[in-house]
């Protein structure tokens, strides 16, 4: 029989947050493939778990990954895990996850510490709908459209961020989205776990006189849904008349349904339309 893989979450902070399932898991598997093995015999150390470990991180992903799908298909049992938290979420893991998928693996997870899920309930900003953006990209190009794209997003937002580079990201969320709500999440489940709410300019004032001290999760107000729709309006009423129509029918509409659209949009009846594109057409 094919082995299984185990997605085991572990502590991002405090010990006492790992699971009884993850360690007998961790106990039980044939082998444990961890991020960095230096970290995780701490870890494994603390809890007496003796199974043997391979490395399985960012720059060995891909090679790494076919030679444990083949371990699982003779039979072998192995769990992931990651320096802190859940493998596989913004993780070379998910590469583990693809091929063992495609392989016809069994994969499993076994719920545990995330630090973004963690941020987000301690908040205090909306958690019905939310988007996680990990690390934005170093590149600055590609850092640029990431932010762009993250301007209309309704969803409470979800970024983490190094000490050292903090201040370069309030700057650039502050120029780009404004000056919305944030959280400041950081040393979470440690002793010295901190939730700074304030708004992205008190941020940037703070941590001018502030140096930052530990890992990040930055838990960031959406865009609000009825300014955009204002927005929006704005833009479409500056357009003319033919203009409008193109801009519904360029979406699938009839002719019928545009005007229709465009007569409400301009709070005017449908027949106006109609007679302004007659008066236009004759023009021509």
Known sequence: MAGMLYICATPIGNLEDITLRTLRILKEVDLIAAEDTRNSIKLLNHFEIKTPMTSYHEFNKYDKAKVLVEKMLDGTNIALITDAGTPAISDP???????????GVKVTSLPGPSAFVTALTISGQKTRRFCFEAFLPYDK??????????????????????????????????????????????????????????TLSGALAYYEENEPRGEYALVIEGANREELRAEEMQDILSLSIPEHM????????????AMKAVAKDRGVGKREIYQELERLKEEE
């Open 246 to 257: 193109e801009h519904y029918m360029s979406q699938g509409m009839d002719k019928k349904e």
């Open 141 to 198: 190009k590609e850092r640029a459209a990431v932010l762009e794209e993250l301007q209309r997003e309704t969803r409470t937002i979800i970024v983490y961020e190094a000490p050292h580079k903090l201040k370069k990201t309030l700057k650039d969320l502050y120029e780009t989205l404004g000056n919305r709500s944030i959280s400041l999440c950081r040393e979470l489940t440690k002793k010295h776990e901190e939730n700074f709410k304030t």
């Open 93 to 103: 893991g998910e590469e583990l996850v693809r091929q063992c998928l495609e392989a």
